[in-house]
Structure formats: C-alpha cells, structure tokens
C-alpha cells in the first residue's frame, strides 16, 4: 500500500480554537502531517478526493480534509493503519492521482505534478442543441456531492463515449429536481435506464437529444442554468487566469437557489474575496476582507424583491395572491400589500410562475403516457390553479392523473375524477394551512380539530357496511363545511 504524504501541514486559516482549517471550514484533526489542507488550496473545485484501501476506492469527498479526517476515523474503528486519502485521477475515478495504473501524474523525480487549476466557471450549463453526427453516443453521469458544508449539490454531466470532459450543470440538491428533469429541461431524454457506476459513486445513462421540455418547471431551470453560467464567466474574467476562485453559494432561508456566490481573488494574506450575484453583477461587491465581509454585501445587495401593483406573487404560507401596493416602515423589512390590506413581509415573497397551460400538460402527460384525454384544470375557491387531471385507459393505471402547478407530473392516480380533484385540494390546502400553535388561528384550529373527529367517528362507522358512496358523501360534506369557515 502507498504511504500518505508527509509534507508539514500549511495552516492557512484558523479556526477559533487555533486549530487548521481549510477552505470548506472543515478543522484538520491534531497531527495530521498529510497536509489536506494544502491539497484543498490547491486542487480545483471538479477535483475530487477519495479515501483508498488495497482494494481501492471506498469513499468520495470535495474536500481533502474531510477525506484525511475520515480515513483516521475508519483506521480507529478497524484498529489497523489501512485506509489513506488521494486526490482522484481526472481520468480514472477509481485510481489515485499519484499512483494510477492506467496513466502516472508523477514526473521522473518521483515529485507530483501540479494539479491543474480547474473549477466550474469553466464550463458552460447549457447544452449545444445541434445535430450529431452518426457515429456520437452520447452520456448522462448524474451525482449528488458535498459541494460546500450544509450545501448539498447535484450535478448532471454530458458527455460523449470515450471522453471524459463534458458539460455540467450544477443544481441545489435542495431544489428536488430529478435527472430526468435536468435532461429534459435541457433537451435530453435517456434512451434506457440509469446505472450505478461503484467505481466513480454515480448514475450513468446513455442519453439522446430531443426538444428542450416547454413546462414552467423546465423554463425556471434553464433560466437558472444560464443565469449561473454568466455569473461563473464574470468570475473567470475578473481573478487572475488559472485562479482557483473557491466559490461558496450563498443562499437565503427558504429558497434553494442561490441569490450569488461568494469567492477568493488571490493567494495567502494577499487574497481579497468578492461575490457576484446571480443576475451578474460585481458592483460594489468586491475588495473584502473576508468571506463574510462579501457574503454580507452581497445579501445586502439581493435585499427583499420590490413588487408593484397588480403583480402575483407567492407568500410564505404558499398561495398566490395579487399585489395591491408596498409598504416600507424606518427599522422594519419591507411589506407586501395584497387583498384586503394584509401585509406580508416582501424577502418571504416570490413571484408567481406563469400558469400552466393545457398544452404544457398535455406535453408532460404524452411522455409518459400514450394516449392520455379528457384535460381538465383543477382550481382553489380564489381562482388559483392548481392542477390540470387528466384520463388514461392504459391497463397499467386506467382511470385520471394529474399534472402539478409547476408542470411535473404526479404519481398518484385515481379511479374517479372527483376523488382525484377533492384529493388535489386537500394536500393544497394542508400545504397552506397556517401552523396549529400560531396564536391568530387558535380558535379556526379548534373549530376544525372538532370537526376533524367527527368525521372521524363518521368513516369509522360507515368503513363497518363498506359503501363507499357514503364515504365520499361525508368527506365532500365535511370539505363545504371546511371552504364556509
């Protein structure tokens, strides 16, 4: 088995407790003299790291500290000097930089070569759409990595067979967006299943072009992959060329997409730190001191959206309403003015999607389904649409389906249309209900625990005769009695 490095650690930031820290904030354990600390300098942010036994790879990291940490901790448990860390070679997952089998990164004075300077501002996340030619195979890798701590990232790769460079496209694991919509929204669709690849801890598909998915969903995610690759171009353009820029996103409660990222301009004690925002902007946000210093300004630059009349937005508690006018009081964070004078605090605001239409629907329904019918939109008592149901007669799930708000096809089916709409309703009202300890809901909240049991009790006797016509009658009852309230 190769021995680990030996070099001295470089602490080049502390943590408060004086012990070395790297650029993901993770601390290096006491007498560690792998120096991770320095490999995480210096490696690129698409450079990964992995912890090896003689059998090979048995885990992936960002980070080389959190790699070395690791090793330690799986040697304490087995008792034996048996795991060490690696940078990953860029072009054999499964081997160690600094030994692979397949091709040596060590020059003839047995010294490692410098790894190069990579990150993701080099790529571009929009996929080319174009003919290929005949003899093109082309593939999905798609992975979920620790991109920065309490980040969590996925990232879907492109590329063709035999090459190892591609387009990535990087998303906030937080979003919930699948593979599948990622290809979709980009103009791809699998041509056969995702397998798991153990070597490099991914799913890999072979993958064919196709027209890029119309749904607000796909719109909302190809403007983010464009509006994310801008912003990585103004990065390379204003550090020094081959400058690993360490970016950090930086996100705001609620909302997975990051309103920018956060990253380093230079080396050592001379590094200054910036932060671009997710529409492309540097203004005034370079020159800081600190991470915080620029995570701060940039915050304070992507402050609480303003609205204007007649604009639909989301609130917190997740309807949609029309925005009447805002307000903007000395010391408190500006409101939104909807209906009926309410205010709603504008940062906790989001525009509304464009509705869905029936022929997004009908697009998201035929790749799935072979011959769905019978379109219908499904509506809150204010208007607001909720979904479009739909029939199929296929054996595998013949009755009604429906496609969510945002375009995305849901799972559940339902023998009958009423069920599947009073079933649509009720997850969208328990989704907007306000919390049950909020003190202004008190008295609603016992009103409808009440009515609640007695449903209960209600089901309960008629579940002993099984008719189910009762059943829906006591449950359509109890859903007017809740819309009155």
């Not at 490999?39 to 090896?52: I, L």
């Not at 620790?146 to 990087?170: C, K, M, N, Q, W």
């Not at 995610?221 to 204003?238: C, D």
């Not at 909240?445 to 008719?467: K, N, W």
Request: charged content about 25%.
């Amino acid at each position: 088995m190769t021995t680990p490095h030996t070099r001295p650690v470089i602490a080049t930031e502390q943590a408060e407790d004086n012990e070395p820290r790297c650029l993901h904030e993770v601390s290096l354990r006491p007498a560690d003299l792998t120096n991770p600390v320095g490999a995480c300098d210096r490696k690129g942010a698409s450079v990964r790291v992995g912890v090896f036994t003689e059998e090979g790879c048995v885990e992936y990291f960002d980070c080389a500290v959190a790699a070395s940490n690791h090793a330690a901790d799986l040697d304490t448990d087995t008792g034996e000097n048996l795991h060490r860390w690696a940078l990953i070679c860029p072009s054999h997952d499964e081997q160690p930089a600094d030994t692979c089998e397949d091709c040596s990164t060590m020059d003839d004075t047995g010294t490692e070569e410098e790894e190069p300077m990579t990150d993701h501002t080099e790529t571009t996340p929009t996929p080319d759409i174009g003919e290929p030619s005949v003899e093109e195979r082309y593939y999905a890798e798609s992975e979920t990595v620790l991109a920065h701590p309490e980040y969590r990232e996925d990232r879907v790769t492109i590329t063709t067979a035999g090459s190892t460079d591609g387009t990535i496209l990087h998303l906030p694991h937080a979003a919930g967006h699948n593979v599948h919509d990622v290809l979709a929204a980009t103009g791809w669709r699998l041509r056969d299943r995702l397998s798991y690849v153990a070597s490099s801890n991914t799913h890999r598909g072979r993958v064919e072009r196709t027209t890029p998915a119309s749904t607000p969903a796909a719109q909302a995610l190809r403007t983010y992959f464009t509006e994310e690759a801008a912003a990585w171009r103004l990065i390379a353009g204003h550090i020094a060329p081959n400058l690993n820029a360490h970016t950090r996103p930086v996100v705001l409660d609620g909302d997975p997409f990051p309103i920018g990222w956060t990253f380093r301009d230079g080396y050592g004690t001379h590094a200054t730190y910036a932060a671009v925002t997710r529409s492309g902007s540097l203004d005034g946000l370079t020159g800081h001191t600190s991470w915080e210093g620029a995570e701060a300004a940039l915050r304070t630059a992507c402050a609480a959206p303003l609205f204007t009349k007649g604009d639909r937005v989301v609130c917190a508690d997740g309807r949609t309403r029309t925005v009447e006018g805002m307000t903007h009081r000395p010391g408190e964070p500006a409101r939104v003015v909807v209906g009926a004078g309410a205010e709603w605090i504008a940062a906790e605001c989001t525009p509304a999607p464009d509705p869905l239409t029936e022929e997004q629907a009908r697009y998201t329904v035929s790749r799935n389904y072979l011959s769905p019918t019978d379109f219908q939109p499904v509506t809150d008592l204010d208007g607001t649409l909720l979904a479009y149901t739909f029939r199929t007669m296929e054996s595998r799930s013949d009755g009604y389906g429906w496609v969510r708000q945002d375009g995305t096809l849901a799972p559940t089916t339902e023998k009958r249309r009423d069920d599947l709409e009073r079933l649509i309703r009720s997850d969208h009202a328990s989704k907007t209900r306000p919390p049950l300890h909020s003190p202004k809901a008190t008295e609603q909240d016992d009103t409808e625990l009440r009515s609640l049991r007695g449903l209960i009790r209600q089901l309960r006797t008629i579940a002993r005769h099984g008719d189910m016509d009762e059943v829906r009658a006591a449950l359509a009852e109890h859903d007017q009695d809740t819309a009155e309230r």
